[in-house]
């Protein structure tokens, strides 16, 4: 499966980068995208074919790739659930290729696909990635892929030139377990660094000063390291809009009261991340969570006192 | 002031291995200690004098330092508020003199301090410091002191003496605040890290595995790449036991409750810690809030399924 | 319709004695039950009849009445969404009829089953109730009925049958929503109540004192009237047990998760309620929250000092 | 002890009112305020005696009762901690008399003042109240005494001129950490409530129809029946701003965290009381509340649709 040829569902801000990374490599890339209009653009600029359907897509391509926003819109597209009903990639001529799932989805929705994939003799990987559309377009994301370790090892090259870093992480959706936990930890982070801010400033710590010495210290982290500068350069604009990390909190609090666990810090984190949405901010990125904590502590963030 | 004479109060777990460091660059030293056989034996065996109170210590010493467990035990110390009345810092000849608060403490208690000692004429830092007793014993501390610029500079190599980086981060009571709000975003971390680490075990990823790819991520922090060894070797011997964690987070609520921001994460935090205290786990690595965890979403760490 | 037979689906703690007072009204009475021994016994003893299928039911009813504990089962038996295929009551003669679901029900499953319902021209109300088996015994549930106000109107001699208090409360999937709304205060209620219950006997207050004097304030409700005997009497013996709690604070929380709305103090009880069932109280009555609070203060609530 | 002279420090709002009362009742009266003034005034026009200082007022009187703000205060008005150092009830003749704090306040300080009055001879308890301004105009308080059951009796006359209900609850310092609980478990329910009404709103149903319907079932409580109708009102005029709740909630976690309990529930409604007091509502009613979670929901509470 040297030189597999590759189909691509999803040219969203993630997508397009990363098929523009497998184009780059030089993998034979056929796309599609639920907007068609997307797809055409997308390979007459970059030299890529088109299909009319996910189906179409799938019995030109040895490995497809799907990288969408929605659980339920990515069941549909690989397996026709709704819309796509006999136009999805399971109607396609699979048998023998492989199915990636890079979507950040349920564990379990994974495991689905991978049994109805497995059903026609298709292979399934599941492997969210680490990292926004900008870690995307420089081939910096991470990758975390499970599924069976054979077909895991014959794709590697494929996932090798849309990311820095491939780990492979173990059974059929683990990948997508892993992945939400990762969000959390880093959710949750990111709050508790707003909450810092606004707490330091209440009590005349600037944002800049605070976050100097957290990172001349062994505090520091992606947070303090790399979102910070969304606070102390007063600019919102989003590498990540509010509703990437209210999608992400809510999809995790799905998994983890499904087997009943206590998620206390990140369900506060979820609420603040909604609030902050609701209070005016969805177009910010996603560190205006402190701006929300800014307005309950009642503190200017940019006071010169 | 190159030689100056040393003074050092509080030898516990942290002050011990501080007051030994200072020995070690060379300062001539002198020690009280509350429990006065503690002085008595730490001065015979490393080489120091001992002094009756903390008046007499501050009398034969032109800097002194405090390193001690409670806010109220050290206004004592220096300045003579309950039991140490008449026989306290305050109490010696200390015009000229500077006395620097090394202990985590309240800032307004800083604050106060150096008032109080401004008025007799002496001077008065504030310098917390990041990092446990193995950290203290390798000259590995960060130390984040604050008051009067000048007087920082003529005590620098002093504090050099006992820390790796010796940050200076504004006025009288600063370091505190920044102490504090380094010790609140941690103490979160490692709750959230605590959480991801039970949600996953209950998923059916182990601690071993979440945290190895934690750790391969931009994810990865002081928490996940230090802390979380205590979970992996299923080792609970402390570094810093639970109480540490609660002091810290109640000394947090107590600073934040008075200026009326909202703390969400923090107290979340604090109560977990607490009622990890109270289900068996004082005598435990902070880490132990993992167990707490674990019993809250009845899974064991270390199934093998 | 004024002698309109009824069919009654799900006889478990609950529906079994709500079909008792059904019987005990004068209504002629069908049932049916996923373990259909249960149906035969309960027929046998009490005088009704039983049908093989939701099918079989509906088509010999003419209003149909279920009473089931999850989702996912009233929507299969109903709509035929999963093992009932073919055999639901959807399949049945149930032209002109009414269905009524009085489970505690997701308020979109409501409305989708008023539309699949309404398409073959049948009416549908949701009811569910407020109030326990015992409560539900003595005939004195309130119960929450919504969806087309006429057919309320021929069907409340029946409700009535069942509660002491039936109220119209609007539009299909109100019912269910302001169920949903009710036990989500109930159940912060009852955490607060449990919270205030330990902190009260670590400060000395024993859980009586304190009852006793709430009881005779403002502030006492129903948690502190009638669920703190659980406390007070040491006896955990389930009215509720916890995976009610459990279960309708899951279904609150979807809810409000899907729609976007902080939901702070819900998600923490859904936590607490969650613990306390993996700290080994899955048997215990609702109010066990309480040892969950007395293990995470580190007090014995029944101490005599 | 029937006809004894009664001495009132403290004429706010509710201290006026319940001084008011005991004139009504009989009771020789002579009053001390902080801004004298209002001594003066609220003595002319309502016939009672002013003394210049606490120490005179309590030498003049057989009943000396505080009713103040602020811990802080009633310690220095008592015992001369502050300013009031020399000019203290305690400096007074108060050999054999009673002091009677009816302020909400710390259980340790009223242990404190009972401690240092007992060392002159005098008695000393706490008996704070339940119920506002306007509850305290109409007698209606409910008073929550404890202390010395025999000085209790004599001054009970007294404490009914002033409430509807009057218990006593044990030991000196009781009355004080059960004021705290009724507090605390109030003020979580006010904020559940809130909660219950934004959620409501976002799935449509408006705080009316949810409000009518508690109060239609068993779940129905103060808040729901009395608080509510601020909301429904959208009247935000304060019967209690929202210093009184943060002021409370603040009280009651520095008390439950000395102790070491858990307050999940109590820390969260308190940083939101606080949140709503930043965002602008702090001169409204405490129920306002229900406009910070409005806004976090992104909902308004008096839509139409």
């Not at 599924?147 to 492979?168: C, H, I």
């Amino acid at each position: 499966m040297s030189s597999y040829k590759v189909g691509f569902i999803g040219l969203g801000r993630m997508g397009s980068r990363m098929a523009e990374n497998i184009l780059a490599a030089g993998f034979p890339l056929a796309v599609w995208n639920r907007t068609i209009e997307k797809a055409r653009s997308f390979a007459d600029s970059k030299g890529a074919s088109v299909a009319d359907t996910p189906k179409e897509l799938a019995s030109k391509s040895d490995v497809i790739i799907s990288m969408l926003t929605e659980p339920w819109i990515t069941e549909d597209v690989i397996l026709g659930t709704h819309e796509m009903k006999g136009k999805a990639v399971i109607d396609g001529f699979i048998r023998g290729k492989v199915v990636i799932d890079m979507s950040t989805n349920h564990p379990s929705s994974a495991r689905k696909m991978a049994s109805a994939l497995g059903g026609v003799g298709c292979h399934f990987l599941d492997a969210p990635v680490m990292g926004g559309p900008f870690v995307a377009a420089r081939k910096g994301l991470t990758i975390l892929a499970s599924g069976d370790e054979d077909v895991f090892e014959k794709v590697l090259p494929l996932l090798q030139s849309m990311g820095q870093k491939v780990l492979y992480v173990g059974d059929v959706g683990t990948g997508m377990t892993v992945k939400l936990l990762l969000n959390l930890h880093l959710w949750v982070m990111m709050a508790s660094y707003a909450e810092c801010v606004a707490i330091g400033a209440k009590l005349g710590v600037t944002p800049r000063k605070l976050t100097e010495i957290i990172n001349n210290t062994v505090v520091k982290n992606y947070v303090t390291e790399f979102k910070a500068g969304k606070i102390l350069e007063n600019d919102w604009k989003p590498d990540a809009d509010m509703s990437v990390a209210v999608k992400d909190l809510r999809l995790v609090a799905d998994v983890v009261q499904e087997v009943g666990a206590p998620m206390l810090l990140g369900s506060i984190a979820r609420d603040l991340f909604t609030a902050t949405m609701h209070l005016g901010f969805s177009d910010y990125d996603v560190m205006a969570i402190a701006l929300l904590y800014s307005r309950m502590a009642g503190v200017d963030l940019y006071s010169k006192t």
